[in-house]
């Protein structure tokens, strides 16, 4: 089995910063992929920011410039940076990863139990 925990959240006021942190761990062969996603009251969770193995990055618009995705292949551990915090950026962040789990080889997608991340104005 996988096992993705996260760390970081908390309550920062607008223009504040935060640093996430999510480490995988158990069978893991191979992480292709690795994102966080975050969901706020009464909305659709939606995809924040996203890394691949080689280092490919892509950003949500709203966070472009502002957020920046990272990753330890070594350690299993993806980062996500947020500076200059909104309001609007308050939600659960969930880390996701797209893993190839060892001995069975088999490719699934696992969640962490997300963190909460609270900007006040």
């Known amino acids: 089995q996988v096992q993705l925990v996260e760390s970081g959240g908390g309550l920062v006021q607008a223009g504040g910063s935060l640093r996430l942190s999510c480490a995988a761990s158990?069978?893991?062969?191979?992480?292709?992929?690795m994102g966080w996603y975050r969901q706020a009251p009464g909305k659709q969770r939606e995809l924040v920011a996203g890394i691949t193995t080689g280092g490919s990055t892509n950003y949500a618009d709203s966070v472009k410039g502002r957020f920046t995705i990272s990753r330890d292949t070594a350690k299993n551990t993806v980062y996500l940076q947020m500076n200059s915090l909104k309001p609007e950026d308050t939600a659960v962040y969930y880390c996701?990863?797209?893993?190839?789990?060892?001995?069975?080889?088999?490719?699934?997608?696992?969640w962490g139990q997300g963190t909460q991340v609270s900007v006040s104005s």
């Open positions: 996701n990863a797209d893993v190839v789990v060892g001995g069975t080889w088999a490719r699934d997608d696992y």
């Open positions: 158990g069978s893991i062969f191979n992480i292709n992929f």
